[in-house]
């Protein structure tokens, strides 16, 4: 079979199960059988699949078409610009979260006149580690931690982080939120926490809902469940002066402001993503003298 016709073929069945994107997953997805980009699936319609090819693309097909999200299937997905393994062990990281990651490199400890000699970050719920590597990546000055409570999303981290070479300088640790980490310790926090309110959790596609970690989805009641106490552990682990960026749901930059507020963090920015929605919150940890 040749791959123009395995292309439409891959493409009516999913659109026949019900997948938004049919037409381009089916390209993601032959592309990824073949070893080659989305391009050489149009530029090279005539390509003949082997055996094994055909066979390989049948079997991914036909997890697509149950549901499975493309990147688990092609076990692979890009964050700023960086490929990491992906699979069920962890959330898909997301471009919504590559804003988070830039508040992050914009944090004054990493950057500017306030630059730390090597400041000592923490990534909590790090998941694939995408923050965390590439924190270790674009500042390898940094003292970095990726910390997660589940063991396997750990390990997933650390095929990540040998994958781009910075393993040495990242400590994995797991724990609940920032239980392991010594106070006054640090100069950033960075997190992608769970935010979704639960009944919101409950109507996710079925990729996102059947096959991600609801642990690292599901925010209880209020979708504050795990940002209300990780903003009160942020305040404790954070040395005078540090740094919190927390990604959040759109309608919580209010919320989690005053929550940071009252917690003795002060210099609340909330920033939005390109849909103009709430989707990230900076704070810094009061100094002492400050009024």
Same mark, same amino acid.
């Given at each position: 079979?040749?791959?123009?016709?395995?292309?439409?073929?891959?493409?009516?069945?999913?659109?026949?199960?019900?997948?938004?994107?049919?037409? /381009?997953?089916?390209?993601?997805?032959?592309?990824?059988?073949? #070893?080659?980009?989305?391009?050489?699936?149009? &530029?090279? *319609?005539?390509?003949?699949? &082997?055996?094994?090819?055909?066979?390989?693309?049948?079997?991914?097909?036909?997890?697509?078409?149950?549901?499975? *999200?493309?990147?688990?299937?092609?076990? /692979?997905?890009?964050?700023?610009?960086?490929?990491?393994? /992906?699979?069920?062990?962890? !959330?898909?990281?997301?471009?919504?979260?590559?804003? !988070?990651? /830039?508040?992050?490199?914009?944090?004054?400890?990493?950057?500017?006149?306030?630059?730390?000699?090597?400041?000592?970050?923490?990534?909590?719920?790090?998941?694939?580690?995408?923050?965390?590597?590439?924190?270790?990546?674009?500042?390898?000055?940094?003292?970095?931690?990726?910390?997660?409570?589940?063991?396997?999303?750990?390990?997933?981290?650390?095929? %990540?982080?040998?994958?781009?070479?910075?393993?040495?300088?990242?400590?994995?640790?797991?724990?609940?939120?920032?239980?392991?980490?010594?106070?006054?310790? !640090? $100069?950033?926090? +960075?997190? %992608?926490?769970?935010?979704?309110?639960?009944?919101?959790?409950?109507?996710?596609?079925?990729?996102?809902?059947?096959?991600?970690?609801?642990?690292?989805?599901?925010? #209880?009641?209020?979708?504050?469940?795990?940002?209300? *106490?990780?903003? +009160?552990?942020?305040?404790?682990?954070?040395?005078?002066? #540090?740094?919190?960026?927390?990604?959040?749901?759109?309608?919580?930059?209010?919320?989690?402001? $005053?929550?940071?507020?009252?917690?003795?963090?002060?210099?609340?920015?909330?920033?939005?993503?390109?849909?103009?929605?709430?989707?990230? +919150? +900076?704070?810094?940890?009061?100094?002492?003298?400050?009024?």
């Amino acid at each position: 079979m040749d791959s123009g016709t395995a292309l439409r073929q891959l493409a009516a069945r999913l659109k026949t199960a019900g997948m938004d994107e049919a037409q /381009t997953k089916a390209e993601w997805l032959l592309a990824h059988v073949l #070893g080659g980009g989305r391009l050489d699936v149009y &530029t090279h *319609p005539e390509r003949s699949l &082997t055996p094994d090819q055909a066979a390989r693309l049948r079997q991914l097909g036909r997890r697509l078409a149950a549901g499975e *999200p493309l990147q688990y299937v092609l076990r /692979t997905t890009e964050f700023f610009g960086r490929s990491f393994q /992906t699979d069920g062990r962890a !959330l898909i990281p997301r471009p919504e979260t590559e804003l !988070l990651f /830039t508040a992050a490199l914009d944090a004054p400890c990493l950057t500017g006149q306030r630059r730390r000699s090597a400041p000592r970050v923490a990534d909590v719920g790090t998941g694939t580690g995408c923050l965390a590597i590439s924190l270790a990546l674009e500042r390898p000055e940094a003292r970095i931690w990726a910390v997660d409570v589940s063991a396997d999303a750990l390990a997933l981290a650390r095929e %990540n982080a040998q994958r781009h070479g910075v393993t040495a300088r990242i400590e994995f640790v797991q724990g609940g939120l920032l239980d392991p980490i010594a106070p006054a310790s !640090l $100069d950033l926090v +960075v997190s %992608n926490p769970p935010y979704v309110p639960t009944a919101e959790w409950r109507e996710l596609p079925r990729d996102i809902r059947d096959h991600e970690p609801r642990a690292a989805l599901d925010g #209880g009641a209020d979708g504050l469940a795990v940002l209300a *106490p990780l903003i +009160v552990q942020a305040a404790d682990k954070l040395a005078p002066g #540090g740094w919190l960026v927390l990604e959040i749901g759109e309608d919580q930059g209010r919320r989690v402001r $005053d929550l940071m507020k009252r917690a003795g963090f002060v210099s609340m920015k909330v920033r939005q993503d390109l849909a103009g929605w709430d989707r990230v +919150v +900076v704070g810094r940890k009061k100094v002492r003298c400050e009024m």
